[in-house]
């Protein structure tokens, strides 16, 4: 049985047959929010339900933090510095070199936040974090609670200012940026339980903006969670049945199969050609003919 799945003659060069997809750790509840340090040789993930971020090496996994405050995404800022989802306490928050933590956002025009649960940092420095309402629907994730504000993305300035960016998506998620910064991506998986699929929609950068958003592409079997993208702008997706490659054109390029249903991914190892998988109860990684783009 192959790791990989061809769409597309070119997706056969983006993966290796003698590379196979590791499960590198196994028996959590729920993991999501890889983030790679390079610098610390290891890589961060959330295990929400459980309330703790881990820390993979290849000598094993250790506790980061716990409580976690059912911490789910995480990415790093221009300077290298952890920045996290919290479910628990409805915030976006940075780790600063001294271990103390700031708070990025926390509500919006005097209202709660829901569930930050996606978050990238633009070349600009600004922080965009995605606010559906998983978080606060059951105490599964977080503290059941009621919702305050529609589910958005935002955006931080480096002043700390705010802004809703996004506003009419149902339940926006993953998110990324081209590798020029002039497309942004967007997960809607708020739509699952509506005849109309959840999907991908890829939004136009204009002064800094998202404009002229439409869909880009609508994964099956599943939903796009986490995505991420390489360094020639391919999108990387999250699917029930594995990882998908999308073309910059929308269309599907090839599939990556992963045992478990795929929530988040992030690229990272020595040349950042290491993509590693977030999937139900287990990490995996698998290394491809292709680099990250994404930050870090
Ligand atoms: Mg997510």
Not at 55 to 75: C, D, F, K, Q
Not at 183 to 207: E, K, N, S, W
């Amino acid at each position: 049985m192959s790791f990989f799945e061809v769409h597309d003659p070119a997706f056969a060069r983006f993966v290796m047959g003698n590379a196979p997809v590791k499960r590198l750790a196994t028996g959590f509840d729920w993991v999501e929010g890889p983030v790679w340090f390079g610098d610390a040789g290891c890589l961060l993930f959330s295990d929400i339900p459980s309330n703790r971020i881990l820390r993979w090496t290849e000598e094993g996994v250790s506790l980061y933090r716990g409580p976690s405050n059912y911490a789910n995404g995480h990415t790093r800022d221009r300077q290298g510095r952890l920045i996290s989802c919290e479910h628990g306490t409805r915030r976006v928050t940075r780790t600063e070199w001294d271990g103390s933590v700031t708070v990025i956002a926390d509500g919006y025009q005097g209202k709660r936040l829901n569930s930050p649960n996606d978050v990238i940092v633009a070349a600009d420095g600004a922080i965009w974090f995605t606010d559906p309402h998983y978080g606060i629907m059951t105490d599964y994730e977080g503290f059941k609670a009621e919702q305050e504000l529609p589910c958005a993305v935002y955006r931080v300035d480096s002043e700390g200012g705010i802004e809703a960016v996004i506003t009419d998506m149902a339940c926006p998620n993953g998110l990324a940026f081209s590798p020029d910064g002039s497309r942004l991506y967007v997960a809607d998986t708020g739509r699952m339980f509506h005849p109309d699929p959840q999907h991908i929609r890829v939004y136009d950068m204009v002064d800094g903006r998202p404009v002229r958003g439409r869909l880009f592409h609508t994964i099956a079997p599943g939903c796009a969670d986490g995505i991420r993208v390489d360094s020639d702008g391919n999108l990387w997706s999250s699917a029930a049945d594995g990882v998908h490659c999308i073309a910059p054109d929308g269309h599907l390029m090839g599939k990556i199969f992963v045992p478990e249903l795929v929530s988040n991914l992030c690229f990272g190892g020595r040349a950042k050609h290491r993509l590693f998988i977030t999937a139900t109860t287990s990490v995996y990684s698998v290394i491809l003919n292709r680099k990250g783009n994404q930050w870090p």
